[in-house]
């Protein structure tokens, strides 16, 4: 990804593992977001692969069609047969992000992009718990828990109130609001 110049990150569980600066579980995969705009540069970096684009948990292969029905490409080793990476397209506009599921949440690229003392680019731990919370796991559970007495009052303030507007009975607002990790309402 040395090659990429369009403004990638690591994202969901491993964003949360660099953030904390340990990898605290195992990880299925390895997931990155791009601007969608930069995915053209992320695909010419990635040419050895072969890229199929996910829709309803199916794969098909890339085409300008598939592409407009999904947000999320997977990336497979021809010779090996074996998935490497899971590449997500996420809407910005200019240097402004915008949460995909909700275009009223909106933040610049400074406070969705963070980077390891390595310059690994990875998603700030609310952008990636947010995302998380739409169908929470037991280790998006544990995700939370581990994360949560990490993160400062701003982090925990803004994430709060992004809950509220997508998920506004969500079971991590009490333990955001309090700053606490119990998360027993589960």
Do not use: C
């Not at 690229?109 to 990636?128: C, K």
């Amino acid at each position: 990804m040395a090659r990429v110049d369009a403004a990638w990150y690591v994202t969901a569980g491993w964003a949360l593992d660099l953030f904390q600066g340990r990898q605290t579980r195992d990880h299925d995969d390895i997931e990155i977001a791009v601007p969608a705009h930069g995915f053209p540069d992320v695909r010419r970096a990635l040419s050895e692969f072969e890229l199929y684009a996910i829709e309803d948990g199916l794969a098909h292969p890339l085409t300008p069609e598939t592409l407009a029905i999904s947000h999320q490409t997977w990336v497979r080793e021809p010779a090996t047969g074996l998935w490497r990476l899971d590449v997500l397209r996420e809407p910005w506009d200019g240097n402004t992000w915008i949460f995909r599921r909700d275009s009223r949440i909106r933040l610049p690229r400074t406070r969705v992009i963070a980077y390891t003392e390595d310059g690994i680019p990875y998603a700030h731990p609310e952008i990636a718990l947010l995302y998380k919370a739409k169908a929470v796991r037991e280790k998006d559970e544990d995700d939370f828990a581990a994360v949560l007495p990490l993160l400062g009052p701003s982090r925990r303030n803004w994430l709060a109130k992004a809950l509220t507007l997508v998920h506004p009975d969500h079971r991590w607002l009490e333990a955001l609001r309090a700053g606490s990790t119990d998360t027993a309402a589960r």
